[in-house]
């Protein structure tokens, strides 16, 4: 059995930052931790419903294993906040633009034995459907002895809704149709483990008005695209110097 992997200062104290709202105002439901491995690479693979999903999962996970999650990289650019996110061994990635590095980087600390969070849809869904990005399926495969473990989280969206009091369920399981498969393609690992996840978690509405935080979210994603075809433009042209 690999070794417990230890938590960086930074992270307890991040967590335990968050424990009043996610646990206690939050009322936080924890099912099926004794799945995840307390050591040894392990890809945590989660719906996303809401901006505060990754602090459910890590404060669920708080006593048993340290997770680095793949964060949007504008994270970074607000004050303070980067030297915390950098503490907490998090990963910043370009949605959107088909991160080279970012996956990179998450290779690397899979191979050494990290947990690694990653959220298939790779936003919020805001209600959608949304089909799952080969993010988590490249990561599976290129460290097929990492761990796979899905948690499906409920609730979250309700902590925007105040005073409305959330009730918040996190539920780790292993993955019914099996761990990694060397013969899979990236998209469709990815798709399968979406699947089980939005079997138990369906996509709800976020925000307090659900109208107006889709639009939001659908901006966001038309200029994000726009950003990533810009930068794919821009490196084939200079390949082509």
């Known amino acids: 059995m690999p070794a417990a992997e230890p938590f960086t200062p930074t992270y307890r104290i991040a967590m335990a930052v968050c424990v ?4 206690l105002w939050g009322r936080l439901q924890v099912e099926g931790l004794e799945v995840l491995p307390r050591g040894g690479p392990t890809l945590v693979v989660a719906n996303h419903d809401s901006q505060t999903d990754p602090l459910a999962v ?5 006593h048993r294993r340290q997770i680095r999650a793949l964060a949007k990289r504008s994270l970074w650019d607000k004050p303070g906040l980067g030297r915390v996110l ?3 061994g998090q990963i910043p990635i370009e949605r959107a633009a088909g991160d080279a590095g970012a996956l990179v980087n998450a290779i690397e600390a899979l191979r050494g034995g990290s947990c690694i ?3 298939p849809e790779g936003t919020v869904s805001v209600g959608r459907r949304l089909r799952a990005r080969s993010g988590v399926g490249r990561l599976a495969l290129e460290v097929p002895e990492a761990r796979l473990v899905c948690a499906a989280v409920e609730g979250c969206p309700d902590f925007a809704r105040f005073p409305k009091r959330p009730r918040v369920r996190v539920r780790f399981f292993e993955p019914a149709s099996g761990q990694t498969d060397p013969s899979e393609t990236a998209v469709g690992l990815s798709e399968r483990l979406l699947a ?3 079997a138990v978690a369906p996509p709800v ?3 307090r008005n659900p109208a107006k935080t889709l639009q939001k979210y659908e901006h966001k994603l038309a200029e994000r695209e726009e950003t990533a075809a810009r930068r794919r433009a821009e490196a084939a042209d200079r ?3």
């Open 196 to 198: 089980e996840l939005r």
């Open 20 to 23: 009043p709202l996610v646990s």
């Open 58 to 62: 890590g404060v669920a996970a708080r």
């Open 205 to 207: 509405d976020a925000g």
């Open 117 to 119: 969070g990653v959220f």
């Open 239 to 241: 390949e082509r110097v």
């Open 86 to 88: 950098d503490g907490m």
